[in-house]
């Protein structure tokens, strides 16, 4: 896929100017928003290719805005990743029986991310 569009979900972005320079730098167009909420709206006005989402956010979830962006027919068969700094044991499982399409650790390795992530893309 040329130039993925890759739609990535954080409340605190700050901590992804990295995996943004990243993914920009391997010719991702990347938008970043800081809510679950918004992440819907901007997928269903812009589909990207793959969504990285953040669990832990004020305001809705991580869970509850994939369950959003499932419900509707532009966006519900959009991958999204999971991109957390840390999960217990067993949380990886009802992750993705939750519906994510994978799960990615934070921090981001530079040197693989970009990797990474076009393993994630149909
Ligand atoms: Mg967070």
Sequence with gaps: MKNPKI????????????????????GFHVTLVDSGEESIIVSQQNPPD????????????????LH?????AITQDIPVVVLTASVMAGEKDRLLA??????MQKPISPATFAAEVSAFLR
């Design 68 to 72: 959003g962006i499932r419900k509707h």
């Design 7 to 26: 739609l990535i979900v954080d409340d605190n972005p700050l901590n992804l100017e990295l995996a943004c320079d990243v993914l920009e730098l391997e």
């Design 50 to 65: 793959l969504i990285l989402m953040d669990l832990r956010m004020p305001g809705m979830s991580g869970i509850d805005a």
């Design 98 to 103: 939750e519906g994510f399409d994978g799960f």
